[in-house]
């Protein structure tokens, strides 16, 4: 069966390079260019129509028209224009070549070509890069880099993947088996096992063994990486897994990753922009819907400007907020992420855990001594706070006041100030009385903080917030619940009022009734917005997560369509927000996480709160996951966005609290 053209960009009909190239020249010639020409001639012509243009250009002029464009032009929309000119090999060729000239190198570009291509097309790169530079590619990038990360782009640069499309099915167990054993299965790494499979093995082949290697780990091949590899070897495998198992999906997140945040990776955007514009580029925009809450279009619209911005979008080819339809291959795909979802059981790890030959008496006599007499030893008191597991911090509490008859709490307040006072005192209470205070916070005063109200209930077990709610009760005197129900109203109200009962269901997925959850949501998305966020919020506040990921699952099945998209398009403010982050948590709960991290800290200004919140709830839970989900979305470690977001005491403690650099 032939494959449906998935680019935006095509063969022009009734293409004349001649006439092309007396039109660019008329756009070039005199003072000035007509920028509006050369964009709108250069990306509505494919690159094979190009590379005429260019022949017919020197042959009717005697000129090299891409010499002419680099005069005649300026800036990202230079640069943008003369890409679109060179063959995909050679644009390719000099993307490697730039990654690794002078100090330094950018591994991120020589993983996103390389494990990307296909092997015809490694090997035009190759040719290409000989040619061009009258070097060996191989020799180059072998010289410019180090280790298992060295080895694995080597085998990548053969270009020897097996694309026969057979599958053996002993070879798939027995694969799963060995990556299992390589890696899971025994202290240390056997990477060359990873290596090895990974770089040779069909895409196809390997589709199934990463179903096998889920049924066997009980968690998916990425999160194994994430915990047994690291540094530039991890980025690089784990964009091997990715490209296997959707390669529009890999590029939608790089697209993602180049805008997001302040800046913008133009080289990144334009590289990608042009390599999939005529060969999978409306795979790519219907990924990039799938994702995040706006189109590619959208995307790029409000990222850049002028005529670097219009090219982009002629490439991009539409705008899919503006259609506003769901596509089957992008159902495909989340249907194929439910089901990783509900496979995987992956092991939660904190980065805080109990002190090794804690004596609290001894803590406790440290913590006076560093708040006794002038001035305060701020380094003693983060050192130990930061360091002691909550249990811990605990006793020595209740040894401090033992021994000194003092507060430590009160003893903390009145030494500290700022954000290290709130980050300390945090710590120290215990996970509840701090949920308490979190939703007293996010409720006192004028305007309510939404945002923290939803992340509490929607990330805290039953058990968590039924001590949350008695904690809340004893420190205020009040009842949460009503609380809650006095500060916010309507459908939002509702939810939380649901969620704060602490009694969704517990146990595992019943499948039965989870294909009829499935299709009762289904039902509701032809209800008014009313009934069918009623009928939601039913199935979505009470279901246990586990039985969630199978219902949105089948909820893919029945409708063609993703649950996120639904919720996205069809609820608004406070409710959608509320049943994403429900949905977000049932996915994957340390990337939902993760993703709070991010918008705490970008962007001018810092949201303390919601960071000390995150640091110090999930420091003794799963934030060594949320670090990895949040390196991987991301592409800089939770250490560093810290590092450059905050500073002084304040810095020192949640550094020591993150637990390392990713």
């Not at 205070?437 to 077990?461: F, P, W």
Request: glycine fraction near 6%; include cysteine; charged fraction near 30%.
């Amino acid at each position: 069966m032939v494959k449906q053209f998935r680019g935006t960009v095509k063969d022009f009909e009734g293409f004349d390079a001649s006439s092309d190239a007396q039109t660019l020249y008329n756009a070039m010639k005199g003072i000035g260019s007509d920028k509006e020409t050369i964009l709108d001639l250069i990306t509505s012509r494919s690159n094979a129509q190009r590379q005429e243009i260019v022949a017919a250009y020197k042959s009717l002029f005697g000129k090299d028209l891409i010499g002419d464009l680099k005069y005649e032009l300026t800036g990202k929309f230079e640069r943008l224009i003369v890409c679109l000119m060179r063959p995909p090999a050679y644009h390719d060729a000099k993307e490697i070549k730039d990654a690794i000239k002078g100090l330094g190198t950018n591994e991120k570009c020589l993983i996103e070509i390389l494990v990307s291509r296909n092997n015809q097309q490694i090997h035009a790169l190759r040719d290409a890069y000989k040619d061009a530079y009258g070097r060996d590619i191989e020799a180059d990038i072998v010289s410019d880099t180090s280790g298992h990360f060295k080895k694995m782009l080597v085998v990548l640069l053969q270009g020897t993947r097996d694309e026969s499309g057979v599958v053996h099915a002993d070879l798939v167990e027995e694969d799963a088996k060995e990556l299992y054993a390589a890696g899971e299965e025994q202290w240390g790494t056997d990477e060359a096992t990873f290596i090895m499979i990974l770089g040779n093995r069909s895409v196809t082949h390997l589709q199934m063994v990463f179903d096998e290697y889920e049924k066997i780990a009980e968690k998916s091949l990425e999160d194994s990486i994430k915990s047994e590899l690291s540094g530039d070897f991890e980025r690089l495998m784990l964009a091997v897994v990715q490209c296997i198992r959707s390669v529009p999906m890999f590029f939608a997140k790089r697209l993602y990753k180049a805008m997001k945040g302040l800046g913008t990776a133009d080289n990144t955007l334009i590289r990608i922009m042009i390599s999939r514009s005529e060969i999978d580029m409306l795979d790519i925009r219907e990924c990039f819907c799938l994702l995040y809450e706006k189109s590619l279009y959208n995307m790029i619209k409000d990222d850049t400007s002028g005529e670097y911005k219009r090219t982009l979008l002629r490439l991009c080819g539409g705008d899919d907020d503006l259609a506003g339809e769901f596509f089957p291959e992008a159902a495909q795909i989340a249907y194929k992420m439910w089901e990783i979802s509900a496979m995987s059981k992956v092991q939660l790890k904190g980065t805080v855990r109990p002190f090794v030959g804690f004596d609290a008496s001894s803590d406790a006599k440290a913590l006076r001594k560093a708040m006794k007499g002038f001035g305060t030893d701020e380094d003693t008191i983060i050192s130990i706070i930061t360091q002691r597991s909550n249990e811990q911090r605990q006793e020595v509490k209740q040894v401090f006041k033992s021994l000194m008859g003092r507060d430590l709490m009160v003893d903390l307040k009145s030494e500290l100030s700022n954000n290290l006072r709130r980050l300390v005192l945090g710590l120290m209470m215990t996970p509840a009385e701090f949920d308490a205070k979190m939703m007293r916070k996010a409720m006192e005063g004028a305007g309510t903080d939404e945002h923290s109200l939803i992340e509490v209930l929607v990330t805290r077990s039953n058990q968590e917030i039924q001590a949350m709610c008695a904690a809340y009760q004893e420190a205020y005197k009040s009842n949460l619940e009503d609380a809650i129900s006095s500060d916010t109203s309507g459908h939002f109200c509702r939810i939380l009022v649901s969620l704060v009962q602490g009694a969704r269901e517990e146990g595992p997925v019943d499948l039965e009734r989870a294909l009829v959850d499935a299709q009762e949501l289904a039902d509701a998305c032809n209800d008014d917005s009313n009934a069918m966020e009623t009928r939601f919020m039913s199935i979505l506040c009470t279901r246990s997560f586990t039985h969630l990921r199978r219902v949105f699952q089948e909820f893919v099945k029945c409708t063609n369509k993703d649950i996120e998209q639904i919720i996205k398009k069809e609820f608004s403010a406070d409710v959608k927000n509320a049943m994403f982050a429900i949905v977000r948590s049932v996915k994957n709960q340390p990337s939902y996480l993760a993703d709070r991290l991010y918008k705490a800290m970008k962007g001018l200004g810092t949201d303390d709160r919601a960071l000390i919140r995150i640091m110090v709830s999930r420091s003794e839970v799963d934030l060594f996951n949320i670090r990895k989900e949040f390196k991987d979305t991301h592409d800089v470690s939770v250490h560093d966005f810290i590092q450059s977001d905050t500073s002084g005491d304040y810095c020192k403690a949640l550094l020591l609290l993150c637990g390392g650099q990713d």
